[in-house]
């Protein structure tokens, strides 16, 4: 159907029956209802309409492209005419399909450890989707742009060519199960704010009165923030371009600034892999500013995200710093020792128990190598039920990790090495040592020579081999004793007798 031009469009006034702008702001105002209630979990839902949106996006690209003219595409398609600036901004708007990366980030936290193995195969998968899929899609959609105009079908493109190549229930369909999906994506968005912003404040970074729960536990000023500002965006702009705008500056800017620190990371090893993230750094800050450039609203957009949020953690940091608790003993000690310097050198991990039989051992070769020793206390729980936060052990509150470390400590300033203590609890001390390695920068871990006998090595498994499997190929682990240490330096002797 085509409008008169000048004339107002259905949807384009927010207060219009028809107008999505109105119907999103009343189901992110409805969700946000529920989830005072408690988080709603919609992962069943999202997973069943998403594997229905497959299979129909599967059918309209196997009926669609016997339909392709594919001997007229090409002059369909065309050339890239125009002035390079003009084709870049082109470019630019086109960026945001591979934004399901994005998505798998958020996903890091709750994945199956080692993270870094397991985030692979799911960024390979959406890569491929994404690039295969739109592609194809893509030539589809330029075939059927001579029975609709190039400006038509903006917002419901999938729907249409749906109804064009496969029929009217098809079409149906991906409305509803798109639906399905936008709702889900709503709902996993606010949830994901709300416990972003209890977990700064509980971190300090933002005010703690956001730390307030309501009657079902839930903090209820993360809930009104996470449902109010999208609202709020939905008054000034319900236009796709211009919402599309304010998610693409976001996006591409945390990516961008992501890649780049890495890339700048002294410990980011290899020309390949330098080179490669740099580059992709100086590409996706291009766009970033591109963005920024073209689309003032979403310039206006992230400057005041950035200013409230920056100024609400200034404003919660001074006052933390007029009401600073008084650290204790244990970690006045570790943070004297963990110097500029100290920081700035290699790391080696050590795994502990509780033992502190390798200490001297580990020592000792970390100072040969020049490195600060990370010293890996894992707390193995073998039960089978979850414990509460406020139940579990913690560095401070763990008595066999304080008096280890404590050790540790005393034999690090002897020997004049750096250690940089991690404390955790587990029910497999592989994935947390492997874990930490990577998250620290690691080049070695350190594990000592089990003493236990074939019966548990049947039952438990090596855990060398363990540890080694879910390791990156850089990562070694060496195997050490208390024997590594010479007796007979009187040095390191002077240090044991301690």
């Known amino acids: 159907m085509v409008y008169e031009q000048g004339l107002p469009q259905p949807g384009e006034k927010l207060l219009a029956w028809d107008s999505a702008g109105l119907w999103a702001i009343v189901a992110i105002a409805a969700i946000g209802c529920f989830n005072l209630m408690g988080p709603k979990h919609t992962g069943g839902f999202a997973i069943a309409a998403a594997a229905g949106m497959i299979a129909i996006t599967l059918l309209i690209t196997i009926g669609a492209l016997p339909q392709v003219d594919w001997r007229h595409l090409p002059q369909i398609v065309g050339g890239l005419h125009g002035h390079p600036k003009d084709i870049w901004v082109q470019f630019v708007s086109i960026v945001l399909a591979l934004s399901g990366v994005e998505a798998i980030a958020n996903l890091t936290g709750v994945m199956k450890r080692p993270v870094h193995k397991t985030s692979r195969k799911a960024i390979w998968v959406v890569a491929i989707e994404v690039a295969v899929f739109n592609l194809l899609l893509a030539l589809v959609m330029v075939s059927a742009s001579s029975v609709m105009g190039r400006d038509e079908h903006t917002n419901d493109m999938l729907a249409f060519l749906s109804l064009h190549y496969v029929g009217q229930w098809a079409e149906i369909a991906v409305r509803i199960l798109g639906g399905i999906l936008l709702l889900s994506a709503t709902n996993t968005a606010i949830t994901d704010m709300i416990a972003v912003q209890y977990l700064m404040s509980r971190d300090g970074e933002i005010p703690a009165a956001l730390q307030k729960l309501n009657r079902f536990g839930v903090p209820f000023g993360p809930v009104m923030i996470a449902a109010l500002i999208p609202v709020g965006v939905l008054i000034f702009s319900h236009n796709l371009e211009t919402l599309a705008a304010l998610y693409a500056i976001g996006v591409i800017g945390a990516v961008a600034i992501n890649v780049t620190l890495c890339a700048m990371h002294p410990r980011m090893r290899g020309f390949a892999r330098k080179g490669g993230a740099i580059a992709l750094g100086v590409v996706l800050l291009t766009i970033w500013v591109t963005v920024a450039i073209t689309k003032h609203e979403a310039l206006i957009f992230v400057s005041l995200v950035m200013v409230a949020g920056l100024t609400a953690r200034w404003l919660t940091k001074n006052v933390a710093t007029r009401k ?10 570790i943070q004297e020792q963990l110097t500029e310097a100290a920081l700035a050198k290699p790391r080696v991990l050590l795994g502990s128990y509780g033992s502190t039989d390798l ?12 490195a600060t020793l990370v010293v890996c206390f894992v707390r193995e ?13 913690t560095l401070e509150t763990d008595p066999a990790a304080v008096r280890t470390f404590t050790r540790f400590l005393d034999i690090a300033h002897g020997m004049k090495v750096p250690i940089l203590p991690i404390y955790d609890t587990a029910a497999d001390a592989a994935e947390i040592m ?6 620290h920068g690691c080049d070695q871990i350190l594990i000592g020579t089990s003493r236990q006998g074939l019966l548990h090595e049947y039952i438990k ?3 060398q081999r363990r540890l080694e499997s879910l390791l990156p190929s850089e990562v070694r682990v060496k195997v050490i004793s208390r024997g590594s240490v010479d007796m007979a330096d009187h040095e390191f002797a002077h240090v044991l007798q301690s």
């Open 381 to 393: 729980l073998a039960i089978n039920s979850k414990i509460e936060a406020s139940e579990r052990f």
């Open 461 to 463: 498994g090596s855990f």
């Open 434 to 439: 492997a874990e930490a390695a990577v998250l």
């Open 359 to 370: 200490a001297a051992a580990a020592m000792r070769y970390a100072k040969e190598q020049d």
């Open 324 to 333: 600073a608790p008084k650290l204790s003993l244990l970690q006045q000690a």
